[in-house]
Nanobody
């Protein structure tokens, strides 16, 4: 297991940008694929983006493709989510998560989760 702590959330106007960070503890960060998910009030947790161990591959939900960018720095044990052109529909609690393999978009395949960070986009 790896411990994850998200940061960088906040209140932003529509059209603005935020950069989320997720710091991982332990020396095995590079052995995990990482993902970002979000959950809006009254809705199920949904996939946002995922990145492979070496950062060579990424996948995005259609709703964020072209606006969000996931990246990682294995030397810093950190994964990032750069969010541009934000809309009120992006308002949610954002979670980072770790998986033992790359390629899944299902929350059930991610074994470690952070506590989440709130992102609120005003219109």
């Amino acid at each position: 297991q790896v411990q994850l702590v998200e940061s960088g959330g906040g209140l932003v106007q529509a059209g603005g940008s935020l950069r989320l960070s997720c710091a991982a503890s332990g020396r095995t960060f590079s052995s995990y694929a990482m993902g970002w998910f979000r959950q809006a009030p009254g809705k199920e947790r949904e996939f946002v983006a995922t990145i492979s161990r070496s950062a060579g591959s990424t996948m995005y939900a259609d709703s964020v493709k072209g606006r969000f960018t996931i990246s990682r720095d294995n030397a810093k044990n950190t994964v990032y989510l750069q969010m541009n052109s934000l809309t009120p529909e992006d308002t949610a609690v954002y979670y980072c998560a770790a998986a033992s393999f790359y390629g899944s978009v299902r929350p059930g395949n991610f074994g470690s989760w952070g506590q989440g960070t709130q992102v609120t986009v005003s219109s």
